[in-house]
């Protein structure tokens, strides 16, 4: 990503992600992910600290995206600003669109992600949506089971 306005730095992130969860790039995908993964939902929060268990978690996800119907996935950021003085963390407000062609599969709704740049790539550490995970399966109950089973939570 060659941009460098918090907000362009943002949708890059926002568009490299959602590209690769859709299209089940998961080896690429691993690169844009900081662990421990913080993810909270209105409904609960859950700390990964695991690479392949995050991973797990995303394939999860698409397969519920894909389970739903979803044929477009759209991120777009409502606005990001850096952190720090030396530009290396972002944190930014996105409107996520779940959607069947031009039908939502669901309403859309507001998540906020917290970005850290390490060398040259930026990296998801937090998400945070103001969505029940029982209304938009973030964190599946696959993940869970597995989580739970080697007590990673």
């Known amino acids: 990503m060659t941009a460098t306005s918090p907000t362009d730095i943002y949708q890059a992130s926002l568009d490299a992600v959602a590209s690769m969860v ?8 691993q690169h844009f ?17 695991r ?8 394939s999860e996800q698409r ?7 979803t044929t477009e996935y759209h991120r ?11 530009a290396t963390q972002i944190s ?4 996520t669109y779940v959607m069947r062609g031009a039908t939502y ?3 859309p709704f507001i998540c906020e992600m917290d970005l850290t740049k390490d060398a040259a790539l930026w990296r998801v550490g937090l998400l945070r949506c103001n969505m029940n995970n029982s209304d938009y399966t973030v964190i599946g109950t696959r993940t869970l089971e597995r989580l739970l089973s080697g007590r990673r939570i």
Do not use: W
């Open 51 to 58: 690479l392949e268990d995050v991973v797990f978690m995303l």
């Open 92 to 95: 930014g407000r996105h409107k």
């Open 33 to 49: 992910i900081s662990v421990p993964l913080t993810i909270q939902m209105a409904d609960g929060s859950l700390q990964i600290e």
């Open 76 to 86: 777009i950021c409502v606005d990001a600003r850096y952190l720090d003085p030396a």
């Open 63 to 69: 397969d519920n995206l894909l389970n739903l119907g």
């Open 105 to 107: 599969l669901l309403e």
């Open 22 to 29: 859709f299209s089940g790039d998961m080896s690429r995908l």
